[in-house]
């Protein structure tokens, strides 16, 4: 019997052992951790307002704290969580749509340049209506019209992005036969030559 369990636990483990030595390391643990938990409290924070506003407000300053974080990883993180990297691909976001309208979608270990394009754009969205949304609540500037319009079509821009964010991740997994959002919980894509 505990032969049978070893082989098993051996037949289990092969297609692991296989896809590791087929992916490369990508996406640190923190990093992960930060993209799935800022996920959750922004939506959280989009159901919640004037229904369940202490909810709503811890999940704000959440979200204020994990943009803190993403900040300082985007300096002191592991290579592809770095800020520097975006520059070149920003640049290159132009060419690369181009190209994607022809069915060229390149490859890229990191984030392809439409994925950094949409990574700057959720954190200035995200900072705009984190930042009103805790100004909206202070002495000062509660019931300011501009502070909560502002707060109101900033969250409402980040919801819209998260939407094209998703979409864009489903169709890069169909036209590149690989699942990213998987990539996002293991932290591993798939090894290629060349990768960027």
């Given at each position: 019997?505990?032969?049978?369990?070893k082989t098993?636990?051996?037949?289990?483990?092969?297609?692991?052992?296989?896809?590791?030595?087929?992916?490369v390391?990508?996406?640190?643990?923190?990093?992960?951790?930060?993209h799935?938990?800022l996920a959750?409290?922004v939506?959280?924070?989009?159901?919640?307002p004037?229904?369940?506003?202490?909810?709503?407000?811890?999940a704000?300053?959440t979200?204020?704290?994990?943009l803190?974080?993403?900040?300082a990883?985007?300096?002191?993180?592991?290579?592809y969580?770095?800020?520097?990297r975006l520059?070149?691909?920003l640049?290159?976001?132009?060419?690369?749509?181009?190209?994607?309208?022809h069915?060229?979608?390149?490859?890229?270990?990191?984030?392809?340049?439409?994925g950094?394009?949409?990574?700057?754009?959720?954190?200035?969205a995200?900072s705009?209506?984190?930042?009103?949304g805790?100004?909206?609540?202070?002495?000062?500037?509660f019931?300011?019209?501009?502070?909560?319009?502002?707060?109101t079509?900033?969250?409402?821009?980040?919801?819209?992005?998260?939407i094209?964010?998703v979409?864009?991740?489903?169709l890069?997994?169909i036209?590149?036969?690989?699942?990213?959002?998987?990539a996002?919980i293991?932290?591993?894509?798939?090894?290629?030559v060349?990768?960027?």
């Amino acid at each position: 019997m505990p032969d049978a369990v070893k082989t098993l636990r051996t037949d289990l483990a092969a297609p692991d052992r296989a896809e590791a030595q087929n992916s490369v390391p990508v996406w640190d643990r923190p990093l992960r951790a930060w993209h799935w938990a800022l996920a959750f409290f922004v939506l959280v924070a989009w159901f919640t307002p004037t229904v369940y506003d202490r909810m709503h407000r811890i999940a704000g300053y959440t979200v204020i704290a994990l943009l803190v974080f993403r900040l300082a990883w985007g300096f002191f993180g592991t290579r592809y969580s770095r800020f520097k990297r975006l520059m070149p691909r920003l640049r290159a976001m132009p060419s690369y749509l181009w190209e994607l309208r022809h069915g060229k979608t390149g490859r890229y270990l990191g984030l392809n340049p439409a994925g950094a394009a949409m990574l700057v754009a959720l954190l200035l969205a995200l900072s705009v209506s984190a930042i009103t949304g805790a100004m909206a609540v202070t002495v000062t500037f509660f019931g300011v019209w501009w502070v909560e319009d502002t707060h109101t079509y900033a969250s409402d821009a980040v919801i819209v992005l998260v939407i094209v964010h998703v979409l864009g991740t489903i169709l890069m997994s169909i036209l590149q036969r690989e699942n990213l959002p998987r990539a996002m919980i293991t932290g591993r894509k798939r090894r290629h030559v060349g990768g960027k």
